[in-house]
């Protein structure tokens, strides 16, 4: 009987539900060298070291999310990507001048051994992440997780000594050592309850002590230790998609043109928001300011952001406003009545449609967070001790 070919999804024995959803919410950093895009950054966006053109870096994207929807050997994929990055010249060596420093270097574009770790890194690091998920979501009925070490082209000798370990799963331990941990890493965890260890004999252990390194990424200058066993690009904890996406999201936008702003968010608004709002993580960007409010303000940004909490708290006081609604806040910043009485407050009218806002900026003026948006009648909205009311309650936050 011949052999099923290679995939990664019948290594981990998972649904690829979860890890499509992780690819899929990723956005997309270019970087020439993969140093530039660092750690948890990977989590949010979507990078190929040297892919300079956002074309070429969706094309690859695509062929990525193909073969983890669809669980494709590496040799489909390599099959599917290779011709078109040939005729893009994206293929062999090439000169390239490196915006860090100007220099003109001699680097490595495609070629089979990059695909293969474009290929490897974004499927585990996909399905681990997916996994992590479904971990969080079962750990009441199989609160243990057990290190499951497969050899690989690159042994290491501390992921060999873990193989076996029981830890429980809110263990933080798992935060530096949750697999994938390094470049080639076959490592995963099986999820387990008390009667599977029973069955198998084995018993919950204790995290390894550790040893760590100091290690200095020379493109962002930044040093931090680094446990033995970790490779430095993958010492991030698991989990970490969604707080970071919208971080990511929202450095975005403030990356863009002042005038393209606020059509981003507006954007941002009718996409992902509805899904974000009921389990929300991070901050998301919720409206771009005019110029003059946020110079009023002393702020240095004209982003303002909904944090999570604050979202927690929306949804439990004001249940009646719908996911829709809150595309209002952006129509308060652009065309509302402002109400300042404090320097780092503002209250944001929208008279006709009848939604008030507040916004308040940080002490440093280096970011801006909404406190609350709710409806108000239109004997309310004509009413300014209401007003003053919310905006003292926006500035208690």
């Known amino acids: 009987m011949p052999r099923k070919p290679f995939t990664l999804s019948s290594v981990f024995g998972l649904p690829p539900a979860e890890a499509v959803d992780f690819f899929r919410q990723k956005g997309f950093k270019i970087g020439f060298d993969h140093r530039d895009v660092w750690q948890q950054e990977h989590q949010a966006a979507f990078t190929v070291a040297k892919a300079m053109q956002m074309d070429l870096l969706q094309d690859i994207r695509g062929q990525v999310d193909a073969a983890l929807t669809d669980g494709t050997t590496f040799e489909t994929f390599k099959a599917a990507l290779k011709p078109n990055l040939v005729k893009r010249g994206w293929w062999g060596k090439a000169m390239m001048t490196d915006p860090a420093d100007g220099q003109i270097k001699e680097v490595q574009l495609g070629s089979p051994r990059r695909l293969k770790t474009i290929y490897d890194t974004n499927l585990r690091t996909a399905h681990a992440e997916g996994q992590w998920a479904r971990i969080q979501e079962n750990k009441a009925t199989l609160p243990y997780l057990m290190y499951d070490h497969t050899p690989s082209a690159h042994e290491r000798k501390e992921h060999a000594a873990w193989d076996g370990l029981v830890l429980p799963a809110d263990d933080s331990w798992w935060q530096s ?112 300011l005019r110029a003059a409010h946020a110079a009023d303000m002393g702020l240095q940004t004209d982003v303002v952001r909904l944090s999570a909490v604050t979202m927690a708290k929306q949804a439990k006081e004001h249940p009646e406003i719908a996911a829709d609604e809150y595309r209002h806040v952006q129509d308060a910043f652009a065309r509302g009545r402002a109400i300042q009485e404090a320097d780092k407050a503002m209250l944001f009218l929208l008279e006709e449609e009848g939604y008030v806002t507040v916004v308040k900026a940080t ?35």
């Open 363 to 397: 002490q440093t003026g280096r970011a801006a967070f909404m406190t609350s948006f709710r409806r108000l009648s239109s004997r309310q909205v004509k009413r300014n001790e209401e007003i003053r009311r919310l905006l003292a309650k926006g500035q208690e936050k």
């Open 177 to 288: 050592h949750m697999p994938v941990r390094a470049w080639g890493c076959k490592c995963r965890v099986i999820q387990m309850g008390q009667r599977q260890l029973d069955r198998q004999g084995l018993k919950v252990g204790e995290a390894p002590a550790e040893r760590y390194s100091d290690y200095t990424n020379k493109r962002t200058g930044e040093t931090q230790r680094v446990p033995a066993g970790v490779a430095p690009e993958f010492n991030y904890p698991p989990g970490g998609r969604r707080a970071n996406l919208v971080g990511f999201m929202a450095s975005r936008i403030e990356a863009l043109p002042a005038d393209l702003r606020p059509a981003a968010v507006m954007d941002l608004a009718k996409g992902s928001f509805a899904e974000w709002m009921k389990a929300p993580a991070g901050d998301w960007p919720i409206g771009v």
